[in-house]
């Protein structure tokens, strides 16, 4: 088969190629040992100072953030960047030097950090088609790793305010074995922001929307080996209010609304008033237990709890009204009967004492069902605004 010009060039640049990457590979390697951390400048030793490691990570997906069990699952690239001079090669070359070369397949053969997500629960790497890696070596020495990575990461929340609440979910990443003195992590700002989001992440969780991220220049940490370097990405989730609005607030306020309704029914129908009281008061009790089963049992009350707990009491308010009202009517008919057999044809009496005790035990549920409203809602906005607490509403300063 007749080879033209331009094929013969391009075989013949990758033969070169070839040839570069398995001559460097050569050099480079001869008398290097990975066990050894590299200097921190060129011809310097261990004890020239800590290797700055600099880091920076597309996140790819964020899913499953899981209240009950406080943790969310997030899919990233994982990229680390740091100098070993042992690997420079551009003293082989006066010219045709290549930028880099991928050396994927040397990856346990060369010394790399050790680092770790210290809020990581579980984790694992993709391995289909290949291993989701990359490998390059700079010229200057400097090494270029890049993985897929999915995590299933811890989350400490803090829910008083749920479900109006925001939680701020970190992701710590340090040295295992290292201390502060072998291995600085440092973000990288070189090319822009050190975090990278793929296009709708931040749209795509069903419950939340991420509406800010923050990097902490350092969160290092003393423990009683050491001090280790650490840095931190921290991530502002704001819960969606519509879904809540739909099942949660929406349901309960017909609930009360539908208690009222027994304030209509005549009041010699027992079966009618106490049958509606009791149905309203136990899919009240209904909702609040298919509420908390979504929660975690916590110490401390939530908005959610005064919510709840609010509408069940105006309706097992709406129950003991009829109670107590058909109580008094029974006082009254006896009194009724006890007159009657004095004064004849006194009916008026009997029929304004009627009218009385209907509109006089009414309680003003409206009224009061309103006002709880407006000091719920005024107290939710103010927990938001006015008063966020340090520990869990302040995002860290970047």
């Not at 075989?11 to 050894?36: H, P, S």
């Not at 969160?219 to 809540?244: A, D």
């Not at 044809?345 to 006002?371: D, I």
Request: charged share 20%.
């Amino acid at each position: 088969i007749p080879i033209n010009e331009s094929t013969r060039q391009f075989y013949t640049r990758q033969i070169n190629t070839n040839y570069q990457d398995e001559y460097i590979l050569k050099k480079i390697m001869d008398g290097y040992d990975k066990r050894v951390r590299p200097p921190a400048y060129p011809n310097g030793d261990t004890t020239s100072g800590p290797v700055k490691v600099y880091v920076n990570m597309m996140i790819r997906m964020i899913s499953n953030i899981d209240v009950v069990n406080m943790e969310y699952s997030m899919q990233i690239t994982f990229r680390e960047r740091w100098i070993d001079t042992r690997l420079a090669y551009d003293k082989y070359f006066t010219s045709d030097m290549p930028e880099f070369i991928t050396v994927p397949h040397v990856k346990n053969s060369l010394w790399r950090p050790d680092s770790f997500f210290s809020t990581e629960k579980v984790a694992h790497g993709h391995t289909i088609d290949t291993e989701n890696m990359f490998l390059r070596i700079y010229a200057n020495g400097m090494v270029y790793y890049s993985v897929r990575l999915s995590l299933i990461l811890s989350c400490s929340m803090y829910l008083q305010m749920y479900p109006l609440d925001t939680q701020f979910c970190d992701l710590d990443m340090a040295s295992y074995a290292h201390t502060a003195s072998d291995i600085i992590y440092i973000w990288d700002n070189t090319t822009g922001s050190p975090i990278q989001f793929k296009k709708g992440v931040d749209n795509s969780l069903p419950n939340f929307i991420l509406v800010n991220h923050s990097v902490n220049t350092d969160c290092t940490h003393v423990t009683n080996t050491g001090s280790y370097s650490c840095i931190r990405l921290r991530l502002e989730l704001t819960r969606q209010f519509s879904y809540y609005l739909i099942q949660l607030y929406g349901p309960t306020t017909m609930i009360v609304i539908v208690s009222w309704v027994s304030f209509w029914i005549d009041m010699h129908s027992t079966a009618g008033r106490v049958g509606l009281g009791i149905t309203t008061l136990l899919t009240m009790t209904t909702l609040q237990s298919s509420i908390n089963a979504k929660l975690p049992p916590v110490s401390y009350v939530k908005v959610v709890d005064v919510w709840l707990g609010a509408c069940q009491t105006f309706v097992f308010g709406a129950l003991i009204e009829y109670a107590f009202v058909s109580y008094q009517d029974n006082i009254l008919q006896a009194k009724k009967v006890k007159q009657e057999t004095i004064r004849k044809g006194l009916n008026r009496l009997g029929r304004e004492s009627q009218v009385q005790e209907t509109t006089f035990y009414q309680p003003p549920c409206t009224c009061g069902y309103y006002k709880m409203n407006h000091r719920y809602w005024n107290f939710c906005w103010y927990m938001e605004t006015q008063w966020p607490p340090q520990r869990f509403d302040k995002p860290l300063n970047s």
